[in-house]
């Protein structure tokens, strides 16, 4: 079990408890540590402990993004208060960094997204070679109250429920690029991996028994690639 340093590392907007930048508390075995003349709102205290219990412990789970998320921020949205929490050896007093590479995935920025749907073009034709955006694997969806353009893309799930749900085993990981990869032969089109998916990001089309699922084009993902605004980002938004 890790111990940790939780900083005030930031503060973007106002604080009248008040934190200070380089305000800390220690987190060892089951003690919080408040170093004399320091203190700690209770308030940003309470949004900090749903995680620090996970991250003093050592998780070996696929796609875990806790020991890669350093950064969290109090409740207060006029705080804007940051904090970021190190995981400190318990022998040798030294920061820990998390080593392990997570595989990248497609992320999104839909504040950067125009509609263009550029995207939607080149996965149809990269992956049926016709140029519809119903052959797309990303979907670009429309909030017409937020004015937004929003992609919608499988999120490579860890634990994805998708590959639970396939009654035939035809959803598989690609070991190159760990996207799900769908075998055509053993897919009956039951449609179960597209009822299980929580975003929506499966699709099935006419004429078409199989599903529609982003198999991040063997690592050189084109959506990506020719999205003029960087909305889509390939990488594995570990760090923060």
Same mark, same amino acid.
């Given at each position: 079990m890790y111990d940790l340093k939780v900083v005030?590392?930031?503060?973007?907007g106002f604080c009248d408890m008040p934190m200070e930048i380089g305000d800390y508390f220690e987190v060892k075995g089951g003690k919080l540590i408040i170093p004399e003349g320091k203190h700690m709102c209770i308030w940003a205290l309470q949004s900090l402990m749903t995680i620090i219990p996970a991250k003093q412990?050592?998780?070996a789970e696929e796609n875990d993004w806790i020991?890669?998320?350093?950064?969290?921020?109090c409740p207060d949205p006029e705080g804007r208060v940051i904090f970021r929490i190190d995981r400190m050896d318990p022998v040798t007093g030294k920061k820990v960094e998390a080593t392990e590479k997570?595989?990248?995935r497609i992320l999104v920025d839909e504040d950067k997204c125009t509609g263009c749907r550029s995207c939607e073009t080149v996965c149809s034709f990269e992956n049926n070679g016709i140029f519809t955006p119903v052959y797309s694997r990303i979907k670009v969806e429309k909030d017409e109250e937020e004015g937004k353009d929003i @992609?919608? +893309?499988c999120r490579q799930c860890g634990d994805a429920p998708c590959v639970k749900a396939c009654p035939v085993g035809a959803l598989i990981r690609d070991e190159k690029t760990n996207a799900i990869i769908v075998d055509q032969k053993k897919c009956i089109g039951c449609k179960k991996c597209t009822e299980a998916?929580?975003?929506d990001a499966i699709n099935f089309i006419e004429k078409r028994e199989? @599903?529609? +699922?982003?198999?991040?084009?063997?690592g050189e993902v084109e959506c990506v690639n020719i999205c003029p605004t960087e909305a889509l980002r390939f990488e594995n938004g570990g760090g923060n």
């Open positions: 005030v590392e930031e503060i973007e412990r050592e998780l020991p890669y998320t350093k950064r969290l921020t997570r595989p990248p @992609p919608n +893309i998916c929580p975003f199989a @599903p529609l +699922i982003c198999d991040l084009c063997e």
